[in-house]
């Protein structure tokens, strides 16, 4: 058992501070583990967003050291026994109390996404007939927790601030899931380019680095997204041809 530092951001939306703690760490502890220590110990009042203590909510997400993380799953044997650990409420969100954020607005972009739509002739005596590789395509983008660390980190929401214009990557991936869904007759593509600001992402991709889930956003969700709104809007062999032979539909799986 050892005795290390912290720095734990107390305040609210009025503002606030950095504020000192030390306490005794033992073997295998997290993050979380040393804040409700603290909580505990020494700051009864400390507000902290945590459930499942399993990396699978993604209620415990913060600012450990400047990165993004789920405090759950973030042990303290990745840092120096000298080292200072600090702790902050996510940059991107307001804050509502120390550690908690409102992370509201991000339900308000999901629900300008058009909810999928099945083709009328898609169910069969079977049920819903599609190959493996589409359902697995769409499977990694389901895997999403909801930790909104994506969003956190995204420069455009982070530190330009561009919430009005961008809906961020974890809604560019619930997009996607909708978009490459080959039952779905529902077009999302003019959102994506109008309302969205698909444009607006330059591909960082600080969003997949900090995904817990190793969700691969950038390559398999957003860059496909990107090219097929510069497919529609941009490429003048495929806007010549839809001028010719009409918009193109998404072909039904083969019913077997």
């Not at 033992?26 to 040393?34: F, S």
């Not at 009328?120 to 005596?125: H, I, S």
């Not at 990557?169 to 978009?179: D, Q, T």
């Not at 992402?201 to 600080?206: E, G, K, S, Y």
Request: net charge positive; hydrophobic share 30%; aromatic share 8%.
């Amino acid at each position: 058992m050892a005795t290390r530092k912290f720095q734990i951001y107390r305040g609210d939306r009025d503002g606030g501070a950095l504020v000192n703690f030390e306490t005794e760490v033992k073997e295998g502890m997290v993050v979380l583990d040393v804040i409700h220590k603290i909580q505990a110990e020494q700051a009864n009042d400390l507000g902290v967003r945590w459930n499942c203590k399993a990396g699978k909510c993604g209620s415990c997400s913060m600012e450990i050291n400047g990165k993004p993380k789920l405090s759950c799953m973030t042990r303290m044997n990745e840092y120096g026994p000298d080292e200072t650990i600090t702790i902050t409420p996510l940059k991107t969100f307001p804050v509502i109390k120390d550690l908690v954020t409102d992370v509201s607005w991000n339900y308000t972009q999901n629900k300008r996404i058009k909810p999928v739509k099945l083709h009328p002739d898609a169910k069969t005596e079977k049920g819903y007939v599609m190959y493996q590789k589409d359902v697995d395509r769409v499977q990694e983008f389901r895997k999403c927790i909801e930790c909104y660390l994506c969003q956190n980190v995204c420069h455009i929401l982070r530190d330009h601030d561009k919430k009005e214009e961008f809906v961020g990557p974890r809604f560019m991936i619930r997009a996607a899931s909708l978009e490459m869904h080959p039952l779905d007759t529902e077009d999302r593509i003019p959102e994506l380019k109008n309302d969205f600001g698909s444009g607006m992402c330059n591909i960082t991709r600080c969003c997949t680095d900090v995904c817990p889930e190793h969700i691969n956003l950038t390559d398999n969700g957003i860059i496909p997204l990107k090219e097929r709104v510069i497919d529609r809007y941009y490429d003048p062999v495929t806007i010549i041809a839809r001028k010719v032979f009409g918009k193109k539909k998404k072909k039904l799986p083969p019913i077997k």
